[in-house]
């Protein structure tokens, strides 16, 4: 028999049902639900008279509406909402992480914090991010609110079974460099459909070197190249970071679970439906010039000439996008000045994130053109933040330090860009109006969004740390 | 669901790659708890300008395709975001096919969840078709799902790769979660199975 990898062993332990010509049926080990997703398909439980099948194995947030400031909700629509989801999860018996409860946040920050994130699970949620949780060496992945209300009805799925592709980072990543630079160079180099169709497994020395919260980081923006799920096999970077959370397994049970963890690696000899190479070594800072984020490119670049493009239709969106984002062609990427800095997201809101972009902030200020907002993933990694200190460093050099949720990432909540705006963001879409109508998006790491609001423009970070800090 | 085997109507061209579903349906219309009345909002950002008046340049907001059942799209249509409101924004805005040379993996789902009809064709196919559309007058395409081919008024046919159980339940508007629970002793078995964890 051929070896497995990671996807394979994951998938076939959860196969319901089988048949040949029809989708696999597969089991749902988590099912997560926020505000957005998940209305309708409330609805359409109580219209058909059904019911939650597993309650014990859903968990419900709000994050994508709330406002990061303190007060009441004060958009009516952001209100029925969010009080929609409260009486969905009282009347169907679902544990929800309410704002204002601690341990509300943005879906993909509490499921791992709260170690209901695991190696070998099936996770789903009504978000495309759901991809984060695959840094566990879980099959995660993003369905829509029907499929919701199907996983609520049934705890399954009907899947048909994807390619897999093996994605290896090879090189060492240069210091000051980030997983956000790994994944955003990767996406730079496969383009935003690269892996459609393909549920991604990550490898290679530098994804080992990274931690837990770097993994989440390039799991996260698996989607934004196409591919619906991205794994990372679990080692003990992954154990470490899940012993002790408060729903992962206590004593006997731990050692029973991380046995089993680790025989889910890929084979050496798995096989995979498709391989990239991706070489981070001479990899710099990379920042997004255009509306998808796949339009990448160093910091220490220029704006590219979509005339130079090989294919017609790059051609044309290319120059689309450069007119939305009012650049020109061979500008300077550090000439382009911002409006705006917003560090938080499902991608980059964890506390090593905070420290990170907290480190070159200290002892400096914002520029004075530049509005900086720091947004923490989740109640928790506010709090945390705080106790060390990380929010007066924001808040002495100039930032706002707001309450946990989605924010900015897409302005559903009161924190959008006005048109016109430039926003240096942290998040993982630069899609045109994603963070307000007009507003344009550069896609960057934690510690670029904070250089560049010392700056009011961009900057190489790795130029800025060589700097002595100011007494 | 209701059932659809054949949609007979006016093609829309959009011959723009990796439109996303933040386009299709912008976050401002994600705040309502209803399923439908979602079409008034499809495109609205590239429809509409500041004031609210339609933008004359915008593919769909020419006259020949107004009443468009047929949208013929570039490449990696429907990206981004897991919003089903995308592909209820396009069937209420009166689109029952999507025809482009690739989708996004959870649009695609969430659209054959709905009861559309998602075709893939090559590039060069779908690039063809959009030629083929009379772009003064308009033209109608011919989308058969039980022949699995999309025809031109000119007489010629496209045919199409489709998933067969996804065309079974289409032609037969199933609903998914119940075809599942006819499977519901599989489930409890699995469940009995599980491994404690």
Redesign the interface.
Known sequence: MPGQSLFDKVWERHI??DEP???T?L?I?LHLVHE??S??AF??LRL?G?GV?RPDLTVATMD??VPTLPGPVT?Q??K??LD?LRANCEEFGVELHATGSGSEGIVHVIGPELGLT?PGKTIVC???H?STHGAFGALA???????V??VL????L?Q?R?KTMLLEFVGALPPGLTAKDMILGAIGQVG??GG??YVVEYAGEAIRELSMEQRMTICNMT??W???AGMIAPDETTFAYLEGRPNA?RGE?WER?VA?WRSLGSDPDATYDAHVVVDVAELAPQVTWGT?PGMVVPVTGTVPDPGSFSDP??R??GA?ALEYMELRPGQAIEEIRIDRVFIGSCTNSRLEDLRAAAEIVRGRTVDPRVTALVVPGSAHVRRQAQAEGLDQIFLDAGFEWRLAGCSMC???NPDVLA?GERCASTSN?N????QG?GGRTHLVSPQMAAAAALHGHFVDVRSLAAEAVPA | MKPIERVEGRAAVLDRPDVDTDQIIPKQFLKRIERTGYGQYAFFDWRFDDDGNERPGFELNQPQFADAKILLAGRNFGCGSSREHAAWALQDYGLDVVIAPSFGDIFRSNAAQVGMVIVELPEEQVKELMESVDLDRGSDLVVDLEALTVSTPSGKVFPFAFDESARYRLINGLDDIGLTLQHEDAITAYEAAMPPS
Do not use: C, K, W
């Open positions: 319901v049902r010509g029809e989708p049926l089991y080990d957005v997703t209305p309708q609805e359409g058909a059904r099948r994508h509406n958009d629509m952001a029925a909402q929609a695991q009504g978000d495309s759901t992945f993003g369905i829509g609110t029907s499929e209300e199907h009805a049934t705890q399954t009907n048909r994807p935003v459909a459609v169709g989607i934004e196409g591919a619906r397994p049970a679970a089993d998808n239709d790059d044309v969106a689309r897409l302005g559903m048109p879409r899609f045109e109006g994603r109508r």
